[in-house]
């Protein structure tokens, strides 16, 4: 069974920055896709980001120019996230993908980390 640990989230004001981490348990080139969601209170839960094993990455346009996928050697997801608004407050989830096909569908993820709240106030 595949762990996913999420951490970083916080309570930051508007404008406020956050780096967000996913530990994998075991190495994530195991796997051809990385992405990060978020579901906020009565949403479904929503793609943030994705990056490839091939370092290809895919954002949400409400994520384009304010947040940032990236990942270590080994085991790590991140996501940066700059200029926070009070709209991205949501539990933030990482996820696997082994597939290629259907990068945009959270049922394709097969391991979920337990998601870190991120709230950002006005």
């Known amino acids: 069974q595949v762990q996913l640990v999420e951490s970083g989230g916080d309570l930051v004001h508007a404008g406020g920055s956050l780096r967000l981490s996913c530990v994998v348990s075991e190495n994530m080139f195991n796997f051809n896709v990385m992405g990060w969601y978020h579901q906020a209170p009565g949403n479904q839960r929503e793609l943030v980001a994705t990056m490839s094993v091939g370092g290809t990455t895919n954002y949400a346009d409400s994520a384009k120019g304010r947040f940032t996928i990236s990942r270590d050697n080994e085991n790590t997801v991140y996501l940066q996230m700059n200029s926070l608004k009070p709209e991205d407050t949501a539990i933030y989830y990482c996820?696997?993908?082994?597939?290629?096909?259907?990068?945009?569908?959270?049922?394709?993820?097969?391991?979920w980390g337990q998601g870190t709240q991120v709230t950002v106030s006005s």
């Open positions: 996820a696997t993908y082994r597939g290629y096909n259907n990068i945009y569908s959270s049922s394709s993820y097969d391991y």
